[in-house]
């Protein structure tokens, strides 16, 4: 089975503008949360989709959004980008078939830098 | 709130020494834990889970982590570590159902020298 690809792999933006990160889960997972990672800041989590819902949301301005497609791909949305939000995206995705005993399988990230 | 303190920002071993990485986490009721790896500028990759059972777990690339309820610990440790488990290690604890989600640790950053 393939893994998590995640697109772009890298991404330059300039204070001010959007970006829309792409990602695509393991085939037949149905959960996707998304996640920022920095230096200062560590791994922090920013939302979770599940079936085209959000079921869950960290504690991010609502300048980041996201959404889920009927397929479980998923994107993210960043408006009115600041410096303080170069980071490394990370997706993640799970099966969630259980009562929560789940594994999140990681992608390579989205390197976002903004200048 | 669930929580996970890795003590060490950062660790340096020789090769072919022996490794243990410290976690402490903080949960509500019995916890789901974990175990990542990332090198850099790559996504994290799972090295090993707990999910109930056996408190001694193996993972992939000769990991192994033992749960202990008492300490609210999850070590992670490996007999002999080779120049390329040098990455960034990180501890994890919770549940994916509902509204519940992952806490990670800030992480621990191995070095290894020859």
């Known amino acids: 089975k393939a893994g998590v690809t995640q697109t772009p792999r890298y991404l330059i933006k300039t204070r001010g503008q959007q970006v829309t990160l792409s990602c695509s889960p393991i085939?037949?997972?149905?959960?996707v949360s998304w996640y920022q990672q920095t230096p200062g800041q560590g791994l922090q989590f920013l939302f979770e989709?599940?079936?085209?819902?959000?079921?869950n949301k960290g504690n991010f301005p609502g300048r980041f959004s996201g959404r889920q497609f009927s397929n479980s791909r998923s994107e993210m949305n960043v408006s009115t980008l600041e410096l303080g939000d170069s980071a490394l995206y990370l997706c993640?995705?799970?099966?969630?078939?259980?009562?929560?005993?789940?594994?999140?399988?990681f992608g390579p990230g989205t390197r976002l830098l903004v200048l | 709130a669930q929580s996970v303190t890795q003590p060490d920002i950062h660790i340096t071993v020789s090769e072919g020494a022996s490794l243990e990485l410290r976690c402490n986490y903080s949960?509500?009721?019995?916890?789901?834990l974990f175990w990542y790896v990332q090198s850099p500028g790559q996504g994290l990759q799972l090295l090993l889970k707990?999910?109930?059972?056996?408190?001694l777990v193996q993972g992939i690339k000769g990991f192994e982590a033992e749960f202990k309820r008492s300490q609210s610990s999850f070590n992670l440790r490996k007999p002999s570590v080779h120049w390329s488990d040098a990455a960034e290690y990180f501890c994890?604890?919770?549940?994916?159902?509902?509204?519940?989600?992952?806490?990670f640790g800030t992480g621990t950053r191995l070095t290894i020298i020859p």
């Open positions: 949960y509500g009721a019995t916890p789901y």
């Open positions: 085939s037949g997972h149905r959960s």
């Open positions: 989709y599940f079936s085209e819902t959000q079921r």
């Open positions: 707990y999910f109930s059972g056996d408190t």
């Open positions: 993640a995705s799970s099966a969630t078939i259980g009562q929560g005993e789940e594994t999140q399988y």
């Open positions: 994890a604890v919770g549940k994916l159902f509902g509204n519940e989600k992952l806490t």
